[in-house]
């Protein structure tokens, strides 16, 4: 009997394949980050590794099948939930201004410095030089949340204000790119379309969080009822997986959704005017107990994705204009966000931890290029230099961030 073709995966790769590139880079992924670890090296930096190797840029042994890519964005997802679920929303709260101001400058700094180099240094088309700004704005909140948890700073006063500027730099992203893929369609600015989209957004941010809670506490009240706590897992994965695909039909990316899931669901969400809907700690221990494992498994997924995602061989590394521009844009990418975290109060190195932790592009920064390059706004050579910035700052990103957090 023929095997079914697997729905969601890539012509020619049948159920069984799909199984076996799981399970290559789940033990992949988890081999070069061990690897890594005991190297002194962050672990994600040995499962984007994995990917590369495993993809095509070396071997090609597995391609980024939309299946993968499912699984990849679960990961994401989930991860999110898991910063949420553990942050502490007070110190979130205090730290709301800076993080804002962190936000902002870290997506207006790149995507002008990539703008100006881009349009005025190298004369390339107005909107190849958009893009290409746009895709230096972007922060993989994925990989800098990893990179702090595997150091054992995620909850400190400077983690906090990177958690809260990458998920408003995430908004600024998706922002930016409506903006553009208008722009690429029509050459003018619709700024009321925009205006829109950041309003569904706004809304979205503050009352998710409410609603998440009033369902998290029916699921409680259903479970007290049926005397079966077993049921939690499922049905908060469902509400994880409910509120990403509200916050997608809000026009924010599915992570916000899953990161306002986890808030609502953590210890700290304590307001006095919604107290009648407390969690009991029984209920939140059952949650992480049933959630927690899942991220483990699934979240490197994501990380080995991004390296799969990357093709270094569509880079042609002989050409003196790729190195030139590549290098420019580089230097604007890291310092547009090493700045960013000057403009919080404290110590040298929390400023420039907060600086370098916004400094990693991952797979945001390739959705930018593979939108850009579908619309026809950016070249070949475009394309290959947006690669190539997004690789460099995503594997630096984590080695610098770990000198200085440890210095």
Do not use: C
């Not at 670890?37 to 990917?51: D, F, H, N, S």
């Not at 969080?209 to 049921?231: G, W």
């Not at 979240?299 to 204009?321: C, E, Q, R, T, Y």
Request: net charge neutral; glycine share 10%; proline share 3%.
């Amino acid at each position: 009997m023929a095997a079914a073709a697997t729905p969601g995966a890539e012509a020619g790769v049948d159920i069984h394949t799909l199984f076996l590139h799981i399970a290559i880079i789940l033990i992949a992924g988890k081999t070069f980050g061990t690897i890594f670890k005991r190297m002194g090296i962050p672990p994600v930096l040995g499962e984007v590794t994995a990917g590369i190797i495993l993809g095509q840029s070396l071997l090609g042994l597995i391609p980024l099948s939309e299946a993968i890519k499912v699984l990849a964005e679960l990961g994401v997802i989930l991860l999110l939930f898991q910063v949420g679920l553990e942050a502490d929303i007070q110190t979130l709260v205090r730290v709301g201004v800076w993080s804002a101001a962190v936000a902002f400058l870290g997506a207006v700094l790149p995507f002008f410095g990539g703008f100006i180099i881009s349009y005025y240094v190298f004369d390339l088309p107005l909107i190849s030089s958009l893009f290409i700004g746009g895709a230096l704005t972007a922060t993989s909140i994925g990989i800098t949340v990893r990179v702090l948890t595997d150091l054992g700073k995620h909850r400190d006063r400077f983690a906090q204000i990177v958690l809260g500027a990458a998920v408003l730099d995430d908004i600024l992203g998706v922002v930016i790119l409506a903006a553009l893929y208008e722009f690429s369609k029509t050459q003018t600015v619709n700024l009321e379309a925009t205006g829109r989209l950041v309003f569904d957004i706004a809304v979205f941010f503050l009352f998710a969080p409410f609603i998440a809670r009033a369902v998290a506490k029916l699921i409680s009240f259903v479970v007290d009822r049926l005397k079966d706590i077993d049921i939690i897992p499922s049905a908060i994965l469902s509400l994880v997986l409910f509120t990403g695909h509200v916050a997608y039909r809000a026009g924010s990316p599915e992570i916000l959704g899953a990161f306002t899931a986890g808030l609502a669901l953590s210890r700290s969400f304590n307001f006095p005017l919604v107290s009648f809907l407390k969690l009991s700690d029984q209920v939140i221990h059952k949650i992480e107990e049933g959630i927690l494992p899942l991220v483990w498994v699934v979240a490197p997924i994501f990380f080995v994705s991004v390296g799969l995602a990357l093709n270094l061989k569509a880079i042609d590394f002989s050409s003196a204009d790729f190195w030139i521009l590549s290098l420019s844009l580089i230097v604007v990418a890291i310092l547009g966000k090493v700045l960013s975290g000057f403009v919080i109060g404290g110590s040298l190195r929390e400023r420039l931890s907060v600086g370098i932790s916004m400094m990693p592009r991952g797979e945001v920064g390739l959705i930018f290029a593979e939108f850009g390059r579908s619309f026809k706004a950016i070249d070949d050579v475009g394309y290959a230099v947006v690669v190539f910035v997004v690789a460099v700052t995503t594997l630096i990103a984590p080695l610098l961030l770990k000198i200085t957090v440890r210095s």
